[in-house]
Structures are given as C-alpha cells and as structure tokens.
C-alpha cells in the first residue's frame, strides 16, 4: 500500500479495502463532475468514427486559433463556433476596442491597437479585420493556427450586393438594386477608394490584405504571389459550399472533438432576399468582375480536396455525415421538434434578435422555446446568439474577469468611420 494510504488507514482505522473503495469512489465523483461541467454545454453525442492510427498518439486540443472572417462566407458560424470552444475552456478571446464596434476597425488594415485591453493576451480571435500578417503576429501567441474561410465568387457577390445594398456607394448607385445591371457594366457604378468599396470588387483579396485592384488578366504573377502568402500563414483555406467537410478538418488540425465543432446556422438571409439560383450568364460576370477572387477560390477549392483526399475522402465524408446528424438532433433538443429559422421581429428573445443591414434583407435566426431555464438553455442560446451579442457579452465577462471596472470607453485617435448599425426588429 502506498504510504499516503498507509497514512489513511492508521488515522481513520479503516480496512484497506474500504479506503480503496473511498479513493475509487472519490475518482468516479471527480470524473462524473468534470462529465458534468461539459453536459452543461453539451452532451457527448456520438463518438469519432475516423480515428488516428494507432501509432499515433492522442494529441491535446489546439488552444489558440486566430480565424480570419471574410465576409458573407459563413464566417459568422465558425465564429460562434470558436466563441463557445474559447468559453468552455476559460480561454481569451480577442475583441475589438468599443470604438470599432464589433469588428476590428474594419476596413482600415488590422492593428494590434484595435484589440479590447480587456482580451489581451488572446488565445482566440475571430473578428472582423484586414489581414497584416505582421500585427497579428505580434498579438497572437507563438503557434497559434491561422485558419479562414472562402466562399464560391458569384454566390458570395450575389450576397454582398443585397446585404451592403443600402451602405456601399457602388451599389446604391445601380437603378432598381439590380444585381444585373451592376455586372453588365460594373465600371458605370464603381469608384475605387470610396468608403465599403472593397464590398463591391475582389473583397476575398481585400479581406486576406491584398490589392482587391488588381487582376490576374493583367498581371498573373500579382495573384501567384497573394496564393503564395496566404498558403504561408494559414494552416487551413475552408470552402463555405462544403461546410461540414470544412470542419471535419478543421476539428483534425486542432486535434478537436467532432462535438466541439457542432453549430447552428447563424446570418442567413430569408429566401425572400437572396436570388434562389444564379444564371450562369450572371455567375460568369460576376466571376469575371471579381477575377482576383475567382482565382484565390479555383486555387483553394483544389488544395481544398487535396486535404480531403488526404485525410481519406470516405473518413471525411463519414464523419460530415454524423456531424449533420448530430447537428440535427442538437437543434431538435435546443429549438424543438421543428427548428425553424424565424424573422427577427418573431424572435421573443432580445438576445437572439439578429443584426439587421437594411429595411430590404431579412436576416433569420432561432428562438428558445417559452418555458425552460438551466445550464441546457444558456448553451442553447449560446448556440444561436448573434455576433453582436456574443461578443458583446464575452467582452464584459472577460472585464470582470481580468477585474475591470465596467465603465465607458476612451474613444480612439482617428476611429475609423462607424460601422452599420443594426436596425431595430420590425423597422
């Protein structure tokens, strides 16, 4: 018997076997406390299905992301998806400071001087900004993973235009918001260098800090070379049209949990504000007038199953499928038997209300159901809180943490224009 238990027993003149019985005991409490602490986000679901090879040993989690957010390419998602890993394993999160709203001083390129006092060091950042490889380098901790996303070029401008309709000069320019005209002669309606430009020309490019004025008809090496720096700094390019294989690997990289990667779908517009499919004679010139992205997209895209087939493209495939089972069922538990996404004016709970661009796009979201209260539910409406609330929330929380004082904020020298506000539910 080790001495610590020799010790035990001449103190409490308990019998050997009852003191391991205690010890044994004491573990499985311990164990069921730990299991409890993640039930309350959420339960074990379904175990992994691809396993690493048995000479492999089991990795720890990877605790620091930085995930760049392009926009209008399920960016949102993943970010919800990095804001409940970061809260579950008491992990900080890097915020904008107040006077960038809640994206990092967008558009203006990135600085570590945007970030929130409050969430310094990060392990996690997943906000809005202009990629400088050298700032985030100086935020972020030694081995952090860089990881972004993209989205297919005609399907993201088609979103782009209705969603910054009513903000982005270029497009407020077009007669009768039409998506049409604006591709038939694009250079009619664009002023490069106006404010929100960027959302009208190559914003792929301009979000990973490239020249979104450039084109590869023009100059082929300019795009090799943007290819070249973004496959330097990031571990993983994901491809918004297969989300779930996207996170299948995502969760390989960072040595992650299938259920850690779980989500709802956030951001989505209604169907009556997006185009239902887009004419091939539309997707071509919109891919042509956003040539830089085009071609950051064909390349990633390819390297993008190139991972898969590496990993094993049946294991992948395996496990997307579960994910999507598991998803549902979590919906179905969280939402109820039938999830729907809502409007926000029929969205009871402040707190899941989602931004609103403009009095023409309907941004939809999910509702708890009346009536229920515990651990279960604050995950649940963790699951589908916005981006402006959650990081809202998580900037106090990370104040109180570090014993801020929650107090108004010193403004900036020279803020960046105000980002869009959000409109109220039902105006």
């Excluded at 004491?26 to 602490?37: E, N, R």
């Excluded at 760049?68 to 993943?78: D, E, F, Q, R």
């Excluded at 661009?357 to 651990?375: C, E, N, T, W």
């Amino acid at each position: 018997m080790p001495p610590l238990l020799q010790r035990l027993q001449q103190a409490t003149k308990m019998s050997r076997r009852k003191i391991l019985l205690l010890v044994l005991g004491c573990s499985t409490l311990s164990l069921l406390i730990h299991q409890g602490a993640q039930l309350s986000w959420y339960p074990k679901l379904f175990p992994l299905s691809c396993p690493p090879l048995q000479d492999s040993p089991p990795r720890p989690k990877h605790m620091t992301v930085a995930f760049l957010k392009t926009h209008k390419t399920a960016g949102t998602t993943v970010q919800n998806i990095l804001f409940r890993f970061a809260e579950r394993h008491n992990l900080t999160v890097a915020l904008p400071h107040p006077s960038c709203e809640h994206q990092f001083c967008y558009p203006r390129n990135f600085s570590a001087h945007f970030v929130h006092p409050a969430t310094r060091p990060p392990h996690v950042l997943a906000s809005h900004l202009r990629f400088d490889r050298a700032e985030l380098q100086r935020l972020m901790p030694p081995g952090t993973v860089y990881v972004t996303i993209l989205r297919e070029p005609a399907a993201m401008f088609e979103s782009l235009f209705s969603y910054y309709n009513q903000y982005c000069p270029a497009f407020r320019r077009v007669p009768n918001a039409s998506l049409e005209a604006f591709l038939r002669a694009p250079e009619a309606y664009y002023r490069a260098g106006e404010h929100f430009a960027m959302f009208a020309h190559n914003t792929l490019a301009y979000d990973l800090g490239g020249d979104n004025e450039r084109s590869p008809r023009d100059d082929d090496a300019y795009l090799a070379g943007l290819i070249r720096q973004v496959e330097e700094v990031f571990s993983l390019v994901m491809i918004a049209e297969y989300f779930d294989e996207s996170l299948v690997l995502l969760r390989r990289l960072l040595a992650w949990d299938l259920d850690d990667v779980l989500y709802a779908r956030l951001n989505a517009r209604a169907a009556s504000s997006r185009l239902a499919a887009i004419p091939a004679a539309l997707a071509r010139a919109a891919r042509a007038w956003n040539a830089l992205d085009a071609g950051l997209y064909d390349h990633f895209n390819a390297t993008f199953w190139r991972r898969v087939a590496s990993a094993g493209r049946a294991c992948v495939e395996r496990e997307a499928r579960e994910l999507r089972e598991a998803r549902e069922r979590l919906l179905r538990r969280c939402f109820g038997d039938e999830p729907v996404l809502r409007p926000a004016a029929q969205i009871r709970t402040k707190q899941l209300q989602p931004w609103q661009p403009s009095r023409k796009v309907d941004i939809m979201g999910y509702d708890l159901p009346s009536g229920r209260a515990g651990p279960a539910t604050e995950a649940c409406l963790k699951l589908a809180m916005p981006e402006v609330q959650y990081s809202s929330y998580l900037l106090r929380k990370q104040k109180r943490r570090g014993g801020m004082r929650l107090r108004p904020e010193p403004v900036l020298d020279n803020p960046p224009p105000r980002p869009i506000r959000a409109l109220r539910p039902g105006h």
